[in-house]
């Protein structure tokens, strides 16, 4: 439920301009499943990203969504090098850092930081609040003026915490104010970018948009580009000025916040967004009633994926050709610039409701055409 999540007004469109901060083109990510006895062999592969491309600019706030398993959090640790790839190249301000060694990531480790999805099991429960942002600073050898320990203070005091609580333990928290405190120590190196992989995810509703709000804020005052990793729509339409749209292993819908949201054009960015909770739209938005799509079942394993285009199991326009050619992600013809979707048949490029609901889950239309009948 998001019906008690107060967000701040959208921010503008515009893409800040920027050169290129993080290019990534053909990334992949294969993890060995092994099997067999009693010599345990590579039997399989589970494809978690499979091939992507994407681009963050100096400054940008770049959304990445999808259901869960979809890939995107390894694409975030693959981005900050905590997983090795596969294939594909990672480049950072021009620098191939795809398989750089540690003294070659030595200096970029600074520039790159990672908010965890979880506050509870991201911040170490035997070192005080104090110890835990100075980390950073020790390990890179950075003394800033003042010292430590009045930088550690200065950066509580930016993410909204009493100063005065550097030397509490973590345990002393409440989930938001970990996730704060997982904030200031990402700061506190002054990074260029931050991955932030689902941040509001585990926390209650009530502190979503605070913390939120507290990103923004940040990512407006320091002009820190971010890679924002969720699956809640919502909190990404107004934090992000690009979307991309990521469904088992692959980028398959990516382009500025207003045409994606407005304008989608592949099949599953429109279930999607059919399925934000409609009390979350404005009255000030002059939107009508929106289409309604039901998805059948689950995403296929990443060990096994569909041939062809890989959402096409679950499709409602699926034809063979779809199982034959992966489709590529391009401009279609009337298209924002930059709006690239990855569909043989796309939608129109609408979210307004249409004759009739696209319900695929055989079970769900049954149980509808019951409380039908009983009205």
Same mark, same amino acid.
């Given at each position: 439920?998001?019906?008690?999540?107060?967000?701040?007004?959208?921010?503008?469109?515009?893409?800040?301009?920027?050169?290129?901060?993080?290019?990534?083109?053909?990334?992949?990510?294969?993890?060995?499943?092994?099997?067999?006895?009693?010599?345990?062999?590579?039997?399989?592969?589970?494809?978690?990203?499979?091939?992507?491309?994407?681009?963050?600019?100096?400054?940008?706030?770049?959304?990445?969504?999808?259901?869960?398993?979809?890939?995107?959090?390894?694409?975030?640790?693959?981005?900050t090098?905590?997983?090795?790839?596969?294939?594909?190249?990672?480049?950072?301000?021009?620098?191939?850092?795809?398989?750089?060694?540690?003294?070659?990531?030595?200096?970029?480790?600074?520039?790159?930081?990672?908010?965890?999805?979880?506050?509870?099991?991201?911040?170490?429960?035997?070192?005080?609040?104090?110890?835990?942002?100075?980390?950073?600073?020790?390990?890179?050898?950075?003394?800033?003026?003042?010292?430590r320990?009045?930088?550690?203070?200065?950066?509580?005091?930016?993410?909204?915490?009493?100063?005065?609580?550097?030397?509490?333990?973590?345990?002393?928290?409440?989930?938001?104010?970990?996730?704060?405190?997982?904030?200031a120590?990402?700061?506190?190196?002054?990074?260029?970018?931050?991955?932030?992989?689902?941040?509001?995810?585990?926390?209650?509703?009530?502190?979503?948009?605070?913390?939120?709000?507290?990103?923004?804020?940040?990512?407006?005052?320091?002009?820190?580009?971010?890679?924002?990793?969720?699956?809640?729509?919502?909190?990404?339409?107004?934090?992000?000025?690009?979307?991309?749209?990521?469904? @088992?292993?692959?980028?398959? *819908? $990516?382009g500025?916040?207003?045409?994606?949201? &407005?304008? !989608? +054009?592949?099949?599953?960015?429109? =279930?999607? @967004?059919?399925a934000?909770? *409609? $009390?979350?739209?404005?009255?000030?938005?002059? &939107?009508? !009633? +929106?289409?309604?799509?039901?998805? =059948?079942?689950?995403?296929?394993?990443?060990?096994?994926?569909?041939?062809?285009?890989?959402?096409?199991?679950?499709?409602?326009?699926?034809?063979?050709?779809?199982?034959?050619?992966?489709?590529?992600?391009?401009?279609?013809?009337?298209?924002?610039?930059?709006?690239?979707?990855a569909?043989h048949?796309?939608?129109?490029?609408?979210?307004?409701?249409?004759?009739?609901?696209?319900?695929?889950?055989?079970?769900?239309a049954?149980?509808?055409?019951?409380?039908?009948?009983?009205?």
């Amino acid at each position: 439920m998001t019906e008690d999540l107060v967000l701040p007004a959208p921010r503008d469109t515009d893409v800040p301009a920027g050169e290129p901060l993080l290019e990534v083109s053909g990334l992949t990510k294969h993890f060995p499943v092994k099997g067999g006895f009693p010599i345990r062999r590579t039997i399989g592969a589970v494809q978690a990203v499979d091939g992507i491309d994407l681009t963050v600019h100096v400054g940008e706030s770049f959304g990445l969504v999808g259901e869960s398993g979809c890939g995107k959090s390894t694409t975030g640790r693959l981005i900050t090098r905590l997983l090795e790839p596969t294939a594909g190249k990672i480049s950072y301000r021009g620098q191939d850092i795809t398989h750089a060694g540690r003294k070659d990531l030595a200096p970029i480790r600074s520039e790159i930081q990672m908010i965890f999805q979880d506050p509870y099991s991201s911040l170490n429960p035997r070192q005080t609040v104090g110890k835990i942002i100075s980390g950073p600073m020790e390990i890179n050898g950075i003394n800033p003026e003042g010292g430590r320990e009045k930088r550690v203070r200065e950066l509580l005091e930016i993410v909204g915490l009493n100063p005065e609580h550097y030397n509490r333990f973590p345990h002393e928290f409440s989930g938001g104010q970990r996730q704060r405190i997982g904030v200031a120590r990402a700061l506190a190196l002054e990074p260029k970018l931050i991955v932030a992989d689902e941040p509001v995810s585990a926390l209650d509703v009530s502190i979503q948009a605070q913390v939120v709000n507290l990103l923004q804020e940040v990512q407006r005052e320091l002009g820190i580009a971010f890679l924002f990793i969720a699956h809640d729509l919502a909190v990404v339409r107004h934090f992000s000025h690009r979307v991309a749209v990521m469904y @088992l292993g692959k980028i398959i *819908e $990516v382009g500025d916040r207003a045409s994606i949201y &407005a304008r !989608p +054009r592949h099949p599953y960015t429109h =279930a999607l @967004l059919s399925a934000v909770p *409609e $009390v979350n739209l404005s009255e000030a938005e002059d &939107a009508g !009633p +929106r289409e309604r799509i039901r998805l =059948a079942g689950d995403v296929p394993s990443p060990i096994a994926p569909p041939s062809g285009c890989r959402f096409r199991t679950r499709c409602w326009k699926a034809q063979d050709k779809c199982a034959t050619e992966e489709p590529p992600l391009v401009q279609l013809s009337g298209n924002h610039e930059g709006h690239l979707t990855a569909c043989h048949f796309p939608e129109e490029p609408s979210t307004e409701a249409r004759e009739e609901d696209i319900v695929l889950d055989p079970a769900l239309a049954a149980l509808e055409e019951d409380v039908v009948d009983e009205g």
